[in-house]
Structures are given as structure tokens and as C-alpha cells.
């Protein structure tokens, strides 16, 4: 079982309306990345979170950090056709070695 | 400004066959890590790198090698192709984690490779 989940699977929402997406771990997060992919193509970096409470906006995307809930939200304002695509959670897992682990991600489609 | 290399972009191969997919960056990251994604399983780690002779094991390294000679490659050696590992490959490069610490880096990725084993 993976040790990142993100929900909902996937999300259909009206242009214009507000979304969030969420992540879930079963240890402790340590650094918390959020990425955007579009479909059949490369990830994009938004944001990385290192703190608890720790809170980041980029245009009408903010991500939030809950340390005791092990959990980051991804909250997106007002969303626009070209917010669609697949956003993935990635955590620094604390192993033998550090490693970044990512969550199954969410597919998001926004219909104008 | 090339960031993170991966060749090639398509691959079709036979089931037995093997290959290497190649990954190279040019930033001098310490970190280095290959990941596969299939549909509704986000991308799993396969092996990883913290730098050049140190390699570990990631989430599903069956079927897979790799070795980290230098910083700047991190190639990924399928040792007899299966169906099973059709996928899209990603390499990624940061610069290295710290335990303990806030110092963690986002991680660059390359376009991906696209392989099919027929």
C-alpha cells in the first residue's frame, strides 16, 4: 500500500468553481511537494511545504501543511480550464537514505 | 540551460530484451531518482541515488539496475524486458536531502520516457 493517498481520485467541477485536494500520509511529513502534470506530458513543480501550518499561494492556488493531521490541502480559487490535469502530492520519507515517495495523484478536468 | 535529460523518448522492445534508459543532469544535484508511472498509481520510486557510488532501492526495484558512477548520470538498466514494465519512466534531480533538517529541495524532472514491451 502506498504510504501517500490523495483524494478524491478525480475531480469534474464547473469553471469558475472553488476545489480542493487532499493528501494524506501515514508517517510524519517532512517536506510536502505539490506538481502539476497535463496530460502525456512532464511535471511541473508549484509549491513545497516545510513546516507545519505552513501556508503558500501561487495565483489562485494555496497549499497548506497540517502537521498533526500528517495531511496537505491544495485549494484552488475560481478554477480556469487550464488548472486540468493531474496534481501529485510527493513527501520526503526518512529511510536509510532519504527518498521522495508521491501520492497516486488526482485528475482534475474543469469544464468551461 | 538543459536541466534534466532522459533518452530516449519512445522505446518498443520484446519481452527479453534488454535496455538502458539514460538520465543525465547538468545542475551538480547530489540526488537523483527514477520513478514509473502507470495509470491511477502516480509515480513509484524505483531506485534512487544520494550520490555518485550510493544507490538504494526505492518502492518497486524488481526487474530494474542502476549504478551512479558520476553526479551528472543515473542510468536505469531493464535486465530482461517484461509487459509488466510498460510505463512512462521519469528521472528526477535535487539537490541532496538533509535528515532532520528544512532544507529540502523540489525536485527537476525530465520529459519522460515512453516504453512499451510487446
Known amino acids: 500500500s502506498q504510504e501517500l493517498e490523495q483524494s478524491p481520485q478525480s475531480l469534474i467541477v464547473q469553471e469558475g468553481k472553488n476545489l480542493t485536494i487532499n493528501c494524506t500520509s501515514s508517517k510524519t511529513l517532512y517536506g510536502l511537494y505539490w506538481y502539476k502534470q497535463k496530460y502525456g506530458e512532464g511535471l511541473i513543480f508549484l509549491m513545497m511545504l516545510q513546516k507545519g501550518g505552513e501556508e503558500k499561494s501561487h495565483e489562485k492556488i494555496t497549499a497548506k501543511l497540517d502537521e498533526k493531521k500528517q495531511q496537505s490541502s491544495l485549494h484552488i480559487t475560481a478554477s480556469q480550464p487550464s488548472h486540468a490535469g493531474i496534481y501529485l502530492c510527493?513527501?520526503?520519507?526518512?529511510?536509510?537514505?532519504?527518498?521522495?515517495?508521491f501520492g497516486p495523484g488526482t485528475s482534475l478536468s474543469v469544464i468551461p | 540551460n538543459a536541466g534534466v535529460t532522459q533518452t530516449p523518448k519512445f522505446q518498443v522492445l520484446k519481452t527479453g530484451q534488454s535496455m538502458t534508459l539514460q538520465c543525465a543532469q547538468d545542475?551538480?544535484?547530489?540526488?537523483m531518482s527514477w520513478y514509473r508511472q502507470d495509470p491511477g498509481m502516480g509515480l513509484r520510486l524505483i531506485h534512487y541515488?544520494?550520490?555518485?557510488?550510493?544507490?538504494d532501492q526505492g518502492e518497486v526495484p524488481n526487474g530494474y539496475n542502476v549504478s551512479r558512477s558520476t553526479t551528472e548520470d543515473f542510468p536505469l538498466r531493464l535486465l530482461s524486458a517484461a509487459p509488466s514494465q510498460t510505463s512512462v519512466y521519469f528521472c528526477?534531480?535535487?539537490?541532496?536531502?538533509?535528515?532532520?533538517?528544512?532544507?529540502?529541495?523540489?525536485?527537476?524532472f525530465g520529459d519522460g520516457t515512453r516504453l512499451s514491451i510487446l
Open positions: 510527493g513527501a520526503d520519507v526518512k529511510t536509510s537514505y532519504d527518498k521522495v515517495i
Open positions: 541515488s544520494v550520490g555518485a557510488g550510493i544507490t
Open positions: 545542475m551538480n544535484h547530489e540526488y
Open positions: 528526477a534531480s535535487s539537490r541532496k536531502l538533509i535528515r532532520g533538517e528544512y532544507s529540502n529541495q523540489p525536485q527537476h
